[in-house]
């Protein structure tokens, strides 16, 4: 691995993401929540409206017992929208040149910083 290559990956998943949130949906339902009372997953009474970019359909009687995706409570919103029980993505945050620029000019200095945020990234599509 070195800076260049880095970069380049960098780059790339920008533009996936950029892709992505280029057209996103607007969906309307009601938030699903746990209900400590009950100890399980359900919908209140309160309908919202969510910008997504990608929606996963959920099997709501293994939800309610817990069956979530853990990618669902980091970067998702969990709706029932008409009589299905979806998570749908919010658009993903973007970072600022400035925070890129930064970043580059790190893994310049000390590719164990790349490894690191590479590792991080890693463990964290191991808990979906």
Do not use: C
Not at 38 to 50: A, G, H, L
Not at 76 to 88: A, F, S, T, Y
Not at 99 to 111: G, M, T
Request: charged content about 35%; overall charge negative; cysteine-free.
């Amino acid at each position: 691995m070195d800076p260049s290559v880095v970069e380049e990956t960098v780059r790339e998943a920008l533009r996936a993401a950029l892709s992505a949130v280029s057209s996103p949906k607007v969906a309307r339902g009601n938030p699903i929540r746990f209900d400590e009372k009950e100890r399980i997953w359900k919908p209140i009474e309160q309908s919202i409206e969510v910008e997504y970019v990608e929606e996963e359909r959920l099997d709501p009687k293994q939800a309610m017992r817990g069956a979530i995706p853990t990618r669902a409570r980091l970067h998702g919103r969990l709706l029932q929208v008409d009589n299905e029980w979806k998570i749908l993505y919010t658009p993903p945050r973007l970072p600022s040149d400035k925070e890129l620029a930064a970043f580059f000019d790190e893994i310049r200095k000390d590719l164990g910083v790349a490894k690191l945020v590479a590792s991080l990234a890693m463990t964290e599509e191991g808990r979906e």
